[in-house]
Each structure stands twice: as C-alpha cells, then as structure tokens.
C-alpha cells in the first residue's frame, strides 16, 4: 500500500518537473525570439565639429564678391587679349578646367588660362616642374605672373573658392597625400583661395619630397584656425610683389 502510495508521489513529482522544464523552455525561446526581432538600439551619432568663422563669415563672403567684381571688370580687356593669344599659340581651349576639392570636401570645376599642352584632369596627374617641357611658351610667363589664375575670380563669385584660402589641389594630389598627411583634410575647412597664406610664406612650387606638401599643410591650417579679415589683408598686400618676382612661380 505504501509502495503504491510512494509510486503515485514518485509519477506526480516527476510529472510536475517535466512540466515546469517545459515552461522554462518555453520561456527562453520566447526571450530568444523577442531578442532577435528587436533591433539594437542606434549609437548615438557623432556630433560634427563646428564649422570655423574663415567659412561662416558674411563679412568675407562680401569681400569676395566685392572684390571679385570689380577685378573682372578692370581686367576683362586683358582676359580676352590673354584668351585670343593661348588659342593663337597652340590648338586646344583657352580655359582649362579641372576637378578640384572645396570647402567640407565639395568637387568644383576650377578655371585657368591653359599654359600647358596637356588638359590632365584623372588619376595620375604630375606636379608642375622647373622647366617642364608641358608648359607652352605663353604659359611659362601667365604662370610667372600668376596670370593663369585670373579666370578663377568667376569661382570666387560663384562661391567655390575666396579671394585668400588654401590652394586647391588636383583631386588625385588630394587623395595621394590625404593618405600620407594627417592633418591634410583639415585643409577642407575652408573655401579655397586665389592666394594663400602657404603661397606667401614662400611653400609654393615644385613638391620634390614629402615635406614640403607637409609645410604647405601646416601654413593652410594655422590660417584657418587664426583667420580674421585684417589676416586676408595682410596675405593680399603680401601677393602683389609675388606676381612680379616670385623664384617658386613656374
């Protein structure tokens, strides 16, 4: 009697285990399924970095436009002398145009006096040299003067690049020392400039080692992080003797 008794309790406890293992289960597939229909909550996005007062300020944005106005009216009679003499001198265009990288990173098409028998705009593009054989015999002396440049007073207008930042570089010089340099994306805080702080510190010119592009770099920064407009003055003033007598112009 007492066996049978012990055999019932035996069957009930067994019984109530099974059923409680059962629940368990259930339960963490359950969990399981809920864990891996919720998705993960989103990291909390990286907050980006102010942007600087040498690209914010309407006080230099109207100093652009001003001043870029006004030069392409005075000098309008030289721009179509110089762009009947580069179609007179060899074939090709007057103008060339190259891809080259703004402010926050933006692709914009640059203008120049073409000065060279070559129009390179892809991924493999070289540094002007002293005494590259590229450039044309007109070239040699826009480019002494800085002439070739002149075009450009139609992107400051247009908003692509200021009167005084740092000079852009081909897209594929961007991407080839973007990768050795690293501060040189800082470079991309500002608009790019006619002239520079790095040109009238004597860094511009043939790039035959790393360190010079470094040079360039580190002047360009430490504009955009001290500029005022009493800063773009000064490098304007500074500018004007370079295009009669610059040795690194070429």
């Not at 012990?6 to 069957?11: E, L, N």
């Not at 060899?90 to 028998?117: C, D, E, H």
């Not at 139609?154 to 594929?172: C, F, K, Q, T, W």
């Not at 080839?176 to 805080?189: H, K, L, N, S």
């Amino acid at each position: 009697m007492f066996d049978a008794a012990s055999s019932v309790d035996r069957q009930a406890v067994q019984a109530a285990l099974k059923a409680q293992s059962v629940a368990a289960a259930n339960a963490s597939a359950h969990q399981a399924t809920v864990h891996y229909l919720t998705p993960p909550a989103a990291a909390p996005a990286a907050e980006k970095a102010p942007a600087l007062p040498v690209a914010t300020s309407a006080a230099k944005r109207m100093v652009d436009v001003i001043l870029s106005s006004l030069a392409l009216l005075v000098f309008l009679p030289l721009l179509l002398v110089i762009a009947i003499a580069v179609r007179l001198e060899s074939r090709g265009p007057a103008l060339f145009r190259q891809r080259r990288t703004g402010l926050n990173g933006k692709v914009f098409t640059i203008f120049k006096f073409r000065t060279m028998t070559v129009a390179e705009d892809g991924g493999d593009i070289r540094h002007a040299t002293k005494n590259d054989a590229r450039i044309t015999a007109l070239g040699l002396i826009l480019r002494k003067c800085s002439l070739d440049e002149l075009p450009q007073l139609l992107n400051i207008l247009r908003g692509d690049m200021s009167v005084v930042g740092p000079r852009p570089h081909a897209i594929s010089h961007d991407e080839y020392y973007g990768a050795r340099i690293a501060a040189y994306g800082q470079r991309f805080r500002a608009r790019p400039g006619l002239t520079g702080n790095a040109q009238v510190l004597g860094f511009r010119g043939e790039v035959h080692e790393l360190q010079c592009m470094v040079d360039r770099v580190d002047a360009d920064n430490e504009y955009i992080e001290r500029w005022s407009l009493g800063r773009d003055l000064w490098i304007m003033l500074c500018t004007v003797p370079l295009m009669f007598r610059d040795p690194n112009a070429y």
